[in-house]
Every structure is written in structure tokens, then in C-alpha cells.
């Protein structure tokens, strides 16, 4: 029976800093709007970037001296949060508040070690058609099942941004599981995401959300789309790889502050161009494979099966697991 309060028990307690509010660059002593604008274009977009950037880099990219660029540097990191450092005991207990969400399927729980982790990034990749948003559907809907049937008791933010998002297949598994479907449908908080930036906008309405919502869940249903469609040039995929790379520990940062499990969906690039490397591995590639905790890749079987496969796990045991896809979502 589903709990009436949220549980808050395994929500992190301890308040959450407000995020501050990003200092322009133009504010730093010795950057002009020429200099910013130049610096910008190099990935350059925030102090934090700055900070820990090297001299050279920011002299070649703002092309001024290596003493101004050191002295702009110095200055960002006198501003720029650069984080604080958390006793071990601290680590400890929130490691102790994890959770797991079941993804409806014994197999893939198990190949997750016992579902989706909350504090972690789990991606779910594959071409078309392989099952991410039905998975991702899933996973929002049993995150509101109690913690012993596999859920978190809690609510999911769900950001769509290729309008995929069917409150009707939510209606459907959320009567696979047992789940009221209209009271499950209040606990999944869906924004349509129109392009990168607004993306990564929204996750910080999700803080806004998960200080008042228990969120134990935030999906990203895809990651990467918006992205790989905006910066389709040679030149741009390293502005593309920076702006992905702060998306991710923004979602990161959001899976840590709240308890919340993050899921992403990417789909595998099939570009007959690419020379080196497999052509069919997920966008974002190495930004993507640092943050992400878990790397499940999704491939079609025999209907309506799909085999999810972990790839790049440091602490799992490399294995496939079978899953369907049925009307009623996603089962063994
Ligand atoms: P892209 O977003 O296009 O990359 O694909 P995806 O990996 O997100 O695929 P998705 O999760 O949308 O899977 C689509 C598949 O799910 C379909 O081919 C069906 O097999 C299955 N599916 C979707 N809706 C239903 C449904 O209502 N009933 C059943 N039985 N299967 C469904
Ligand atoms: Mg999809």
C-alpha cells in the first residue's frame, strides 16, 4: 500500500545551499566585453571555468598576456564557488541515505546492483526505438512506490525534451504496479525542455521544486538531443562538450542535494562517417562516461524484448539482462 507521507526519512535532511546567482565575467577587474565575449566563445562561460583554467589557455583564447590572463584567473577564483571540503564522516552518512528505484525488472535491478541509485547518474542509451522513455516512464512511475516494493515513496521531475513524455502510458504502468493512476500522475512534475539552455535552465526549477516536493527522481528524457542538434559543426563540439559537461554536474549536484536518483536517455550516434572508435557509442562520449555512474545500453531483440547491456562500470560485474516491454511497461 502506498505510504500517505513522503518519505522524507531518506531525503537529505541538512538544508540545501541556495545556488548563487552566476557573476557575469564582465564583473571581474581587466574584462571588457570584448574580452568576455572572446572568452565566452571559448567555453569560457562562468568563473568557475575560469578559476581553473590555465594561464595560457585564457591568454590564447581572450589574446592577452599571461600576467592580465593570470590576474583575471586569480580574481575568478577568489569569487567563483569553488566548493568546500566534507569530512569523511559526512561522505559516509550520505552514502548511508542511498536508495535504489526498481526498474520493474529482477534482471536489470540486479545488473544495477539492485536498481537506479539514487546520488548517481544512470544513462540509459540506445538507438531508437530500444526502450529508453518507456524505461525512463517506468522508473518515474516506481519511484512513488513504497521503499519495500522497490520504490522511494517519493515524487520524479521528468524534463521531455523531445515531447515524448505520454501521461497515458504513466496511467498504464501505474496500474502494472498497483499504483493509483491519477494520484501518480500529480507526482510526476513534466517540463517540455524547447532547447539547450532552457534544459539546463530547468534544473534549477527543479531545485526550487525538490526544496518543497520530495523528489527522490529527475529524468532527463534525452540528454543529449537538444545539444547534438544545436552545435552540428566540426568547431563546435567543444563548446557542445563544455556546456553538456556543466549540465551534467548540475544534475549531479542536483542527485546529491536532494537524494534523487538522475536518469538520462542518449541515443547512440550511427554516423557511417565517424573513422575511429564504434560508431554506434552515445553522444556526449567522454563528458558522459565520467559522469555517469551507470552506463546501460539498450538494444532490440525478439519483440518485445530488449537486452540491456552495463557498459564502463568501475564497481559492477560487466552482464546482460532481458527485459520486455508490455502494455503495462516494463516487466521481466
Ligand atoms: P527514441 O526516443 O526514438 O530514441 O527511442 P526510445 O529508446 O526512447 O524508445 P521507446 O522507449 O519510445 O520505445 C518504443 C517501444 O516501446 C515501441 O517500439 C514499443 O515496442 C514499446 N511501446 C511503447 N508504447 C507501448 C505501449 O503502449 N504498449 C506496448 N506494448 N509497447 C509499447
Ligand atoms: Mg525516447
Do not use: C
Amino acid at each position: 500500500m502506498p505510504t500517505k507521507s513522503p518519505n522524507r526519512a531518506a531525503s537529505a535532511a541538512e538544508p540545501v545551499p541556495e545556488p548563487k546567482p552566476e557573476i557575469p565575467l564582465e564583473d571581474l577587474p581587466g574584462v571588457g566585453a570584448t574580452i568576455a565575449e572572446k572568452l565566452r566563445e571559448a567555453g569560457y562561460t562562468d568563473l568557475m571555468e575560469l578559476a581553473v583554467a590555465s594561464p595560457g589557455d585564457v591568454a590564447e583564447a581572450a589574446e592577452i598576456g599571461p600576467a592580465s590572463a593570470q590576474k583575471i584567473i586569480g580574481e575568478a577564483r577568489r569569487r567563483a564557488d569553488v566548493g568546500q571540503f566534507e569530512s569523511g564522516t559526512t561522505l559516509l552518512a550520505r552514502r548511508k541515505k542511498l536508495g535504489r528505484i526498481t526498474t520493474n525488472a529482477k534482471s536489470l535491478d540486479e545488473l544495477l546492483g539492485g536498481g537506479v541509485e539514487t546520488q548517481a547518474i544512470t544513462e540509459f542509451s540506445g538507438e531508437f526505438g530500444s526502450g529508453k522513455t518507456q524505461l525512463a516512464h517506468q522508473i518515474a512511475v516506481d519511484a512513488q512506490l513504497p521503499v519495500d516494493q522497490g520504490g522511494l515513496a517519493g515524487e520524479a521531475v521528468y524534463v521531455d525534451t523531445e515531447s515524448t513524455f505520454r501521461p497515458e502510458r504513466i496511467v498504464d504502468m501505474a496500474k502494472g504496479v498497483g499504483l493509483d493512476p491519477e494520484a501518480t500522475l500529480a507526482k510526476i512534475h513534466v517540463a517540455r525542455a524547447y532547447n539547450s539552455n532552457h534544459q539546463m535552465l530547468l534544473i534549477q526549477k527543479a531545485q526550487e521544486l525538490a526544496r518543497e516536493r520530495p523528489i527522490r527522481l529527475l529524468v532527463v528524457d534525452s540528454l543529449t538531443a537538444h545539444f547534438r542538434a544545436e552545435y552540428l559543426g566540426r568547431g563546435e563540439l567543444a563548446p557542445r562538450q563544455q556546456l553538456l559537461n556543466k549540465h551534467l554536474h548540475e544534475l549531479l549536484r542536483f542527485g546529491d542535494a536532494y537524494n534523487a536518483a538522475i536518469v538520462v536517455t542518449n541515443q547512440v550516434s550511427s554516423r557511417p562517417d565517424i573513422l575511429f572508435g564504434d560508431p554506434t557509442r552515445p553522444i556526449g562520449g567522454n563528458i558522459v562516461a565520467h559522469a555517469a555512474t551507470y552506463r546501460v545500453y539498450l538494444r532490440k531483440s525478439k519483440p518485445p524484448r530488449r537486452i540491456a547491456r552495463l557498459i564502463d562500470s568501475p564497481n559492477l560485474p560487466e552482464g546482460e539482462a532481458v527485459f520486455s516491454l508490455t502494455t503495462e511497461g516494463i516487466r521481466e
